[in-house]
């Protein structure tokens, strides 16, 4: 009776953290095919945005299984030559209109203006994946630079520089996640808290959310998820060059989808913490209590659960299961860890059982933990903690190994 209970006001409490932002836009379903023309160029397939929805979902079947088979030249990219750190005072970036997260933002651009607010550096530099908006191309990541590593008095070698990238979920302000670079600092690692595509200031001035990242447009969602991923691996690129040596990524939400494919294209990310984990994209848009805007735009485009899945395969991490598996074999396995909530209305519970399920066929050297809350309320009092600990906890412990392998 007392699970039953704590399961109803669980899923009446997560109901009401998904429905209480008022800023959602059903936007009409686009094709987008003029977002990915360069890999439909690449893969020889015709589209027009004026094709019937018969023909346009055939053209992305061709699409998803050409990218699929060639994903090292889909999420291929030419490194930066820009990149610069940046001193800047931080700024919210609310995606809400709620009057507490507008005082907030009210209260550090004041802070700004008086001087009592302290700038944070930035790692700035342009994307390989160039879109119509510039403020959206500059990739933007806050820098968290542990101290130098101490010497060893056993070897007098210096230890070896390790960092962190953040993932963030979707429609994340600028201060998600902040705290985790933070803690990660104190264990010696260096943090990088990326902020994804049309995201904080990379969203375009027309969007109070970060709704282009992911949205009723299907070749700007896939666009986005390149970008992400091209981005990813762009950082690792200047960790190295800055002497970094082991790398992780800890994605949240939308965060881990994009960290999983970076991580299964990169066999330099050795630490991999998925905090919150699904199967296909297109199943979680269409189930998700955070995604029933973009959903209505679909069913009233006509579009069913099946078709929307597969319009997104080349996105979606379960079919990448096996390549992630391999990579970086035979010399050492990715160390992950899979956090799920029991209660979740956005990544379905069903899904992320799915995904445990895969990792231990495919034969991952992987732990998880189970939160006993929902997706949002897991940004709530006391489950953040809970999920801090074992986020911290993991990235502690397998960083250490190592350090001493």
């Not at 699409?63 to 700024?91: C, H, M, S, V």
């Not at 991999?272 to 189930?287: E, I, K, L, R, Y």
């Not at 395969?313 to 598996?325: D, E, F, G, L, T």
């Not at 991952?364 to 600990?389: A, Q, S």
Request: net charge neutral; hydrophobic share 35%.
């Amino acid at each position: 009776m007392i699970k039953s209970w704590y399961s109803k006001w669980m899923y009446k409490w997560e109901t009401r953290l998904t429905t209480r932002d008022e800023n959602r836009i059903v936007r009409p379903v686009e094709w987008g095919f003029d977002w990915v023309q360069q890999t439909l160029d690449r893969a020889g397939i015709a589209a027009s945005e004026s094709m019937s929805k018969t023909e346009a979902l055939a053209t992305f079947d061709k699409l998803n299984d050409w990218i699929i088979a060639n994903a090292d030249e889909f999420f291929g990219y030419q490194k930066p030559t820009d990149y610069r750190l940046e001193d800047r005072f931080p700024q919210l970036f609310p995606t809400n209109v709620r009057p507490e997260t507008l005082a907030q933002d009210a209260a550090l651009r004041e802070q700004a203006e008086n001087g009592s607010l302290p700038k944070a550096q930035f790692l700035r530099f342009t994307s390989p994946e160039r879109t119509p908006y510039p403020e959206n191309d500059l990739v933007n990541a806050r820098w968290y630079p542990a101290p130098e590593p101490p010497v060893s008095k056993k070897n007098a070698t210096a230890r070896p520089r390790q960092a962190i990238i953040i993932l963030p979920q979707w429609n994340a302000d600028a201060f998600s996640h902040n705290a985790l670079a933070s803690i990660f600092n104190r264990m010696g690692i260096s943090a990088l808290r990326l902020s994804k595509p049309y995201h904080d200031i990379r969203r375009p001035a027309e969007l109070e959310r970060a709704d282009y990242a992911v949205s009723s447009n299907i070749g700007r969602t896939i666009s986005a998820c390149r970008q992400a991923v091209v981005d990813i691996r762009c950082c690792i690129d200047w960790l190295e060059s800055q002497g970094y040596q082991h790398f992780g990524v800890l994605g949240t939400s939308l965060g881990s989808c994009y960290a999983y494919l970076a991580s299964t294209l990169d066999e330099r990310i050795q630490v991999n913490a998925f905090n919150h984990a699904s199967t296909a994209f297109g199943d979680v848009v269409w189930t998700g209590q955070s995604t029933r805007h973009i959903r209505q735009a679909l069913e009233d485009a006509g579009m069913q659960a099946d078709e929307l899945r597969n319009t997104w395969a080349a996105i979606s991490p379960m079919n990448y299961y096996k390549r992630y598996a391999e990579c970086g074999l035979p010399y050492k396995k990715k160390k992950t860890l899979l956090i799920y909530a029991q209660y979740d209305l956005t990544f379905p519970l069903q899904f992320s059982l799915e995904v445990k399920r895969a990792f231990t066929a495919f034969g991952y050297d992987f732990e998880c933990r189970v939160l006993p809350c929902g997706h949002y309320t897991t940004g709530e009092t006391p489950y953040k903690y809970i999920d801090g600990w074992y986020l911290g906890s993991f990235v502690y412990r397998v960083f250490k190994q190592l350090r001493n392998s």
